[in-house]
């Protein structure tokens, strides 16, 4: 692609607005590849030719390749229903509700029903042709409608979006083809949709976009110092930057301003993690007995803490007369006389409206001298007459929003087990013991409302068992056995790390984690319960194809009012036909009786794993052993716990799912082979 060493559109000039026609030629570019190498290329390419032309407009546009509007935290939502933007294709196109219904039945992509819509229309002049920076501000008006006639709003929004957008399905705008078959092509009002819709569907990773950021900046900058192309290394550790600075403060509003300041490679030094932007959690590795624990921590200082079973929360806090050290952070942030506080999901979700009663009391857990700080800690319902922890059930009764301190019923304890920032500086690279002692002494445990995890540092098998049996007796989920000392005990933000280990309780026997899955579909139910579902069809996520793959139905471990309440939570998501990023056996009697959007996302267990052509999780990697077709599927698969703090994006992975069964077949065949020697 380099080596054509045009620019992938030539009719844009320096200073223009970036077209949003050149993002579109891209991403039916990126469309019609599966190649990452090639993707990353597309993307990398076309950055450079933001950089070069219209450097101002390199944040709208990497959120427009992202599907996000702003970061996580700043809570701006798309996820536009069907019915509503089936409407604005209508009244933008003068194509009746009628017509569009039937084109979404037949083609089952809004965003090609939105192509086919415009291509129909008669054009009498042609519109002025949209900037991604109008393209940004206009969706961003749309997600930020709110009450009373906010439907209304967005609909107008959407029109105006769509009736500016061109329909062309190839890149010479060819009007009249067979557009039910998608083709690729830069439809503009396409990926509008489908923008609106919260996916893409290019098959392109948000890290994806973050290496090609990285790639074009230092291509960039070479071109600019008049420097040769950059080495790979160089390419490697410009792409080794970003990523850290991007895993500490993951917010492209403080960042991309920041680079284009100072330059990629002094990043570093002006963007650190700071309260106010949360950063992605750490995450630990499941692990399947005490001695798994003990082989991989071997010689080596380790504790081990209760694993609290409630919700994660970071917790940023910053004094008034600091608040001006962070800008990137006060935006979206709500201040008052006590300074900045915030709590935010595992999801960097805000959640300081679900728990004022925690925020209004974070002054009296520190000392007198704190000014700034961020812990991480999780939210556990506790019981203000036993004073014990409660289930985490009981914290799922919890309002989400809007509560009040005062009117709170259910109680909760806020058990801190890191510290992540203290006092302007962060504390990520410290270790363990480190973080910890400065957490001690500098906080206080209140009971029942501020604590420190509890935990136990020893490498003794029996007292590690005692540990976990006292941790499930205090209701907890079973330990977090976490490396103490060295450079590998340090915080390492958004990663699954092999330094922190998962013992729960009741895997310990069987095939390892549980799952989280996407719920895709649901079957009435017999005798008593056929006005309810009776039982789902779910979906572990391929992140590669941005496909979810059926992996089981699922119809135990519901109550009666839980069915009640299922039907209805879910009777908004109902669509006609499944989404064509589902992946599931064609064969009639495999299909659900409805199909939903993609939203909820729930926590199960399951006894064992096994190959079936009714399902698809990870059915690419099992190509060649099973002839093709199989999937894994779970066999007894029961219901925990809805994850409301999941995306469907953060549903366990295909690849984790290929990997379980790959471990319990390896299991399988050890077994059966030691019994051979017997
Ligand atoms: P899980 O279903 O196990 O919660 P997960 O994918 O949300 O899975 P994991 O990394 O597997 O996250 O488990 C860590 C979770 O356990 C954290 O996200 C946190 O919410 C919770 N937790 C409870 N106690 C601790 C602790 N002492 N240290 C770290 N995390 C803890």
Partial sequence: LKATGKDPYPDWKAGDPVPYAALCTTFSLVEMTTKRLIILAHCSLFLQQVLRLTPNDLLPTVQLMINKLAADYAGIELGIGESLIMKAIGESTGRSLQVIKADQHEIGDLGLVAAKSRGNQPTMFKPKPLTVRGVHEGLLGIAKVQGHGSQDKKISGIKKLLSAADSATSGKGNKGVDITKDKGGPSEAKFIVRFLEGKLRLGLAERTVLVALAQAIVTHEAAVAGEKSPTPERLAEGESVLKTVYSELPSYEVIIPAMLEHGLFDLPKVCKLQPGVPLKPMLAKPTKSITEVLDRFEGKEFTCEYKYDGERAQIHFVAPDHIHKYPGSVATLQKDQKGLSAIFSRNSEDLSKKYPDVLGKLDSWVQKDVNSFVLDCETVAWDTVNKKVLPFQQLMTRKRKDVKAEDVKVKVCVFAFDLLFFNGEPCVKKSLRERRELLHKCFQPIEGEFQFAQFGNTNVLDEIQDLLDESVKASCEGLMVKMLDTAESGYEPSKRSRNWLKVKKDYLAGV?????????????????????????????????????????????????????????????????????????????????????????????????????????AAADDFEGTTGGGKGVSLRFPRFIKSRDDKKPEQATTTRAVAEMYRKQEAVAQETSGKRGVD
Avoid: M
């Avoid at 895709?520 to 391929?542: E, P, Q």
């Avoid at 941005?546 to 939570?569: A, M, P, Q, V, W």
């Fill in 512 to 616: 390892g984690d549980s799952l989280d899955l996407v719920v895709l579909g649901a079957y009435y139910g017999r005798g008593k319960r056929t006005s309810v579902y009776g039982a789902f069809l779910l979906a572990a996520y391929n992140p590669n194809t941005d496909k979810y793959e059926t992996i089981c139905n699922i119809g135990t471990g519901f109550s009666e009012t839980r069915l009640e309440e299922l039907h209805e939570e879910l009777t908004p998501l109902v669509i006609d036909r499944p989404k064509p990023f589902y992946s599931h056996s064609t064969v009639p009697k495999d299909q659900p009786d409805v199909w939903f959007e993609p939203r909820l996302v729930w926590e199960v267990k399951t006894a064992d794993l096994t190959l079936s052509p009714r399902y698809k």
